[in-house]
């Protein structure tokens, strides 16, 4: 089942991961599903067996760039298709289980080559969200249609940091500045 047509709606942020910049971060969104690709795989589920971790629901990492964790297979497309490299295996940074990502920090060191994941239970991340050109090359390659990048999610994202202001038609943004 590919990520819902109206994300992030009926999701709430369960935390953020947070880039090192000091200054960009993106939320995870909850709760997760255990009814999506990543949890019928059999390459998924081996890999998970094979670490000795529980496969539990995670959500969907990211607002304008999201990808849905629980459908995401490590296939790499997205990482590859990407020309700005909005993405990287989390896994190949931080080494944790993606149930522990939330509210960590990350660097954005990890690969962005497709056949760099550590195994099948690595992530695709959005760590470099605030970076995308909004190209759609991810969403038309991911095979279980596990991305959405949508522009008009920054409402979505700034709502849930505090920092949302609605402006009015006609109201120049840049006035006050």
């Given at each position: 089942m590919p990520i819902a047509e109206n994300f992030p709606e009926g999701l709430k942020p369960s935390g953020k991961i947070m880039h090192s910049d000091g200054e960009n971060f993106h939320f995870m969104w909850g709760p997760g599903r255990s009814d999506a690709e990543a949890f019928s795989n059999d390459e998924v589920k081996a890999a998970y067996k094979a670490r000795g971790e529980k496969q539990v629901p995670l959500g969907v990492s990211g607002t304008m760039v999201a990808v849905d964790w629980d459908s995401c297979v490590a296939d790499g497309a997205c990482i590859e298709a990407c020309p700005v490299q909005v993405f990287q295996w989390y896994r190949t940074e931080k080494d944790i289980p993606a149930a522990k990502v939330v509210n960590q920090t990350f660097e954005g060191t990890?690969?962005?080559?497709?056949?760099?994941?550590?195994?099948?239970?690595?992530?695709?991340?959005?760590?470099?969200?605030?970076?995308?050109?909004?190209?759609?090359?991810?969403?038309?390659?991911?095979?279980?249609?596990?991305?959405?990048?949508?522009?008009?999610?920054?409402?979505?994202?700034?709502?849930?940091?505090?920092?949302?202001?609605?402006?009015?038609?006609?109201?120049?943004?840049?006035?006050?500045?």
């Open positions: 990890g690969s962005d080559v497709k056949e760099e994941r550590k195994d099948y239970t690595d992530k695709a991340d959005p760590i470099r969200e605030h970076d995308c050109i909004w190209c759609m090359a991810c969403v038309s390659v991911c095979p279980p249609e596990a991305i959405k990048v949508d522009q008009s999610n920054l409402e979505h994202h700034e709502k849930a940091a505090g920092t949302y202001t609605k402006i009015e038609a006609g109201e120049n943004p840049h006035a006050h500045d």
